[in-house]
């Protein structure tokens, strides 16, 4: 069955940096896209980046130019390089497939997160 492992997440003061690392399993014969989605306490799950089969890449704006996303096709793995961190980076950290149905139907997978604390 589709797997996504996380793991990077940490805790930094202010203006630190985290790379975080999805590592997805069991879409070998699929094109899907992968993106990284955030929670906070309180607060909805939010956009942060994707990437497509193709390396097109997209950014939620209160991350534009410091976070930057990016995969290697070879160890199925998609990896989210966060600078300039600050206190609102703070959250749950989840990455996600879509397009892949590694169950026949189920075209959305999700991982189990990784926590990301950024102290002042």
């Known amino acids: 069955q589709g797997q996504l492992v996380e793991s990077g997440g940490g805790s930094v003061q202010t203006g630190g940096s985290l790379r975080l690392s999805c590592v997805v399993s069991g879409h070998s014969y699929c094109e899907y896209d992968t993106s990284w989605y955030r929670q906070a306490p309180g607060k909805e799950r939010e956009f942060v980046s994707s990437i497509d089969s193709d390396g097109i890449t997209t950014y939620a704006d209160s991350v534009e130019g410091r976070f930057t996303i990016s995969q290697d096709n070879a160890k199925n793995t998609v990896y989210l390089q966060m600078n300039s961190l600050n206190p609102d980076d703070t959250a749950m950290y989840y990455c996600?497939?879509?397009?892949?149905?590694?169950?026949?139907?189920?075209?959305?997978?999700w991982g189990q997160g990784t926590q990301v604390t950024v102290s002042s």
């Open positions: 996600k497939t879509d397009g892949c149905p590694v169950v026949p139907g189920v075209y959305t997978y």
